[in-house]
């Protein structure tokens, strides 16, 4: 049991930014994804938005980071989705392969909020197969979509 004090302290030290930010802030809609701080360094203080937009960045840059969030956003999922489609246009499919099963280990969780139509239901459809089939039913998947990576992100900072 924590005193009073101690909680107190630690909303204070999360709203002045001393702490690694592991979350977003209590009453996001994505309250629920997490990152590991280490891989992430962002402080408490930074704006829901920007933390997102930072961990999208990192993503981008480097794809690999994915595997230390549970519960990604969308966004999220559309960064890795963008590096997937890149790999496969310049022939790295076994790079591709590697990001794909991140994505569906991602789904593994309840609380990964569906980042394109259907992919919930293309993932789940592959639950008993093994891995390798999962990764190249979810590769076909994305492949035959009509426009499976085009989604814009509009920044509300931007909008009229």
Same mark, same amino acid.
């Given at each position: 049991?924590?005193?009073?004090?101690?909680?107190?302290?630690?909303?204070?030290?999360?709203?002045?930014?001393?702490?690694?930010?592991?979350?977003?802030?209590?009453?996001?809609?994505?309250?629920?994804?997490?990152?590991?701080?280490?891989?992430?360094?962002?402080?408490?203080?930074?704006?829901?938005? $920007?933390?997102?937009?930072?961990?999208?960045? *990192? =993503?981008?840059? &480097?794809?690999?980071?994915? @595997?230390?969030?549970?519960?990604? !956003?969308?966004?999220?999922?559309?960064?890795?989705?963008?590096?997937?489609?890149?790999?496969?246009?310049?022939?790295?499919?076994?790079?591709?392969?590697?990001?794909?099963?991140?994505?569906?280990?991602?789904?593994?969780?309840?609380?990964?909020? $569906?980042?394109?139509?259907?992919?919930?239901? *293309? =993932?789940?459809? &592959?639950?008993?197969?093994? @891995?390798?089939?999962?990764?190249? !039913?979810?590769?076909?998947?994305?492949?035959?979509?009509?426009?499976?990576?085009?989604?814009?992100?509009?920044?509300?900072?931007?909008?009229?």
């Amino acid at each position: 049991m924590t005193s009073p004090l101690i909680g107190w302290l630690k909303h204070l030290s999360r709203i002045c930014g001393f702490d690694t930010a592991d979350s977003f802030p209590p009453g996001h809609p994505h309250a629920r994804t997490r990152w590991n701080a280490a891989y992430f360094d962002i402080a408490s203080d930074v704006k829901a938005d $920007e933390m997102e937009r930072r961990i999208c960045e *990192a =993503i981008g840059n &480097t794809p690999l980071v994915f @595997a230390h969030i549970s519960a990604p !956003t969308p966004r999220m999922q559309r960064a890795l989705l963008g590096v997937i489609e890149a790999r496969l246009r310049h022939n790295h499919g076994k790079e591709a392969a590697q990001l794909a099963a991140l994505l569906i280990k991602a789904y593994q969780s309840p609380h990964t909020a $569906e980042a394109i139509p259907g992919l919930r239901q *293309a =993932i789940d459809s &592959t639950r008993d197969d093994e @891995a390798p089939a999962r990764v190249r !039913t979810l590769l076909e998947f994305l492949n035959n979509m009509q426009s499976p990576y085009d989604v814009i992100d509009i920044n509300p900072r931007f909008q009229s």
